[in-house]
């Protein structure tokens, strides 16, 4: 099929390019994925068995309860005791000629960190398919979303909190294992964060995998299908995709 497609641009008269190669790829992908009739009833079902199942109690409470977090008293910066993760700023802008106003202040989230934004596939019968996570924010609004396969800062790599080191992080970092089909570095929401870049990846791998029942494996037309439904896929996990 990938011949016959790149013969019809190039009857056509199209330039070809490596672009061009990962769009036709894509496009096979999607409609071998397709061609499945992979309905996505079950994930919904199986994604709101997770969010009923997953037992857990956010409230909003005072910067001054927090532990391990600190009001600066000179500047009333907000720090974590180990000096990692992110720091609340002020920045104050002059100039902005561009904007709806052209000077002014406000706070920030600051984390001078590159983070790893990733997710794994691996064929199946001849389909990529894609790992992510339901995942818990304390922000979200309907408590799990499909997140990335890894979604983590310098900090949480590092083991700066002392907790565990994110599952499959090992497939990301410098000596990881696969193949990487997308890595490239993005900037995370100028308008909130002070100088957060990430590290978008898709990495595809051949082995099997044990992966934990919070996780399940997708190909591109379920991805495609949930992702025009309210909030299921996240954000980041959004960006990846958008990445390649």
């Not at 011949?3 to 019809?8: E, G, R, Y």
């Not at 909130?192 to 990846?201: E, H, P, Q």
């Not at 309210?230 to 958008?242: P, T």
Request: aromatic share 10%; glycine share 6%.
């Amino acid at each position: 099929m990938y011949d016959k497609l790149l013969k019809i641009v190039e009857e056509n008269n199209f330039q070809i390019d490596d672009e061009t190669e990962i769009e036709i790829e894509r496009l096979i992908e999607f409609l071998k994925a397709k061609n499945k009739n992979d309905k996505i009833e079950d994930i919904i079902k199986w994604f709101d068995n997770k969010k009923k199942s997953y037992q857990v109690n956010t409230e909003e409470i005072g910067i001054i309860n927090l532990d391990k977090w600190y009001v600066d008293p000179k500047t009333g910066n907000i720090h974590h005791e180990s000096g990692k993760f992110f720091s609340i700023i002020g920045v104050k802008v002059d100039g902005a000629n561009d904007r709806e106003v052209h000077s002014w202040t406000q706070p920030m989230m600051k984390q001078k960190e590159c983070g790893i934004l990733g997710i794994l596939c691996k064929k199946n019968d001849g389909v990529r398919h894609y790992l992510l996570q339901a995942k818990y924010e304390p922000g979200n609004t309907n408590i799990l979303q499909l997140s990335p396969t890894l979604q983590a800062t310098d900090s949480n790599l590092k083991r700066a909190h002392q907790g565990k080191k994110p599952i499959f992080a090992e497939y990301f970092e410098d000596s990881g294992k696969g193949k990487i089909l997308t890595s490239v570095i993005s900037v995370e929401d100028g308008g909130r964060f002070y100088l957060k870049t990430n590290k978008i990846m898709i990495v595809e791998i051949d082995e099997e995998l044990n992966i934990p029942e919070n996780f399940i494996w997708l190909n591109l037309y379920q991805i495609k299908k949930l992702i025009k439904k309210d909030l299921i896929i996240n954000s980041l996990a959004r960006s990846i995709f958008g990445s390649r």
